[in-house]
């Protein structure tokens, strides 16, 4: 669990809520169905429109990850790189063949078949290089959704905003409720600029923190690979390896 997200998410709304009433306003005149309805609406109709349906499935999952992350332990990956060294230092490579179907990690397990294989060091850098690669951008390019909403609410909440003044024009024979529409009007602005800067902009920033983060796991487990298929000492490989902790700090 994520408790920055969190917090930031809940500080970010009570901030506005709060800062609303100190002003003499009430809750009441930040709601708005129909203002709602356009924002939100209108922002996930522009971004489906714009992105590819498996990048928005993988959008929608990956979310999640904003408030709980994947695990990133770099020192647990390092020591579980170790232990397949010592077994190919003994068993030779295909002492590891019983741990590919046992391994999570795919990109690991991709790594072990190359390996039991046979393959080139220089072969296998290439196919795990080019599978992270892939894996990277498909999840910057979800992260990426997100920030296509955070570009997309703004100017949807201005249109909402619009549309509440040609509604309010079209009553100006009865001044009473000029003040209230056009402080209706207003609360579409509210929510796209809301959306944009408190929920969509820095969930796409954070999502491409994680990302980041499981790139980095992604190239400690291909440095390993390499450097059991160049048989070195696994004390070499474990000093090799740790240079990613010491500079993920």
Not at 189 to 214: E, F, W
Not at 233 to 249: C, D, I, T
Request: one cysteine or more.
């Amino acid at each position: 669990m994520d408790i920055l997200s969190i917090v930031g998410l809940v500080l970010a709304f009570a901030s506005i809520i709060g800062g609303q009433i100190l002003e003499g306003g009430h809750i009441g005149s930040l709601l708005n169905g129909p203002a709602f309805v356009i924002v939100i609406g209108g922002t996930i109709g522009a971004i489906l429109l714009q992105a590819p349906l498996p990048i928005f499935k993988r959008a929608l999952r990956h979310a999640i990850w904003v408030f709980m992350p994947p695990q990133i332990a770099l020192e647990q990956a390092i020591g579980k790189i170790v232990e397949w060294s010592q077994i190919a230092r003994k068993e030779g490579l295909l002492g590891l063949e019983n741990l590919i179907q046992s391994e999570p990690d795919a990109l690991a397990a991709k790594g072990l078949q190359l390996l039991v294989d046979g393959n080139e060091p220089k072969d296998i850098r290439h196919v795990l290089e080019m599978d992270l690669a892939v894996r990277e951008d498909l999840d910057n390019q979800a992260a990426k959704l997100f920030e296509g909403m955070g570009g997309y609410a703004p100017t949807i909440g201005i249109i909402g905003a619009v549309l509440g003044l040609i509604h309010v024009m079209g009553n100006l024979a009865d001044p009473s409720k000029l003040g209230s529409g056009i402080a209706a009007a207003f609360v579409a602005t509210v929510y796209g600029v809301g959306l944009a800067n408190l929920i969509c902009l820095p969930l796409a920033n954070k999502l491409k923190s994680v990302i980041n983060q499981q790139s980095k796991l992604g190239e400690l487990v291909i440095e390993g690979i390499i450097a059991i298929a160049n048989g070195e000492n696994p004390r070499n490989v474990e000093s090799k390896l740790q240079g990613f902790v010491r500079h993920n700090g």
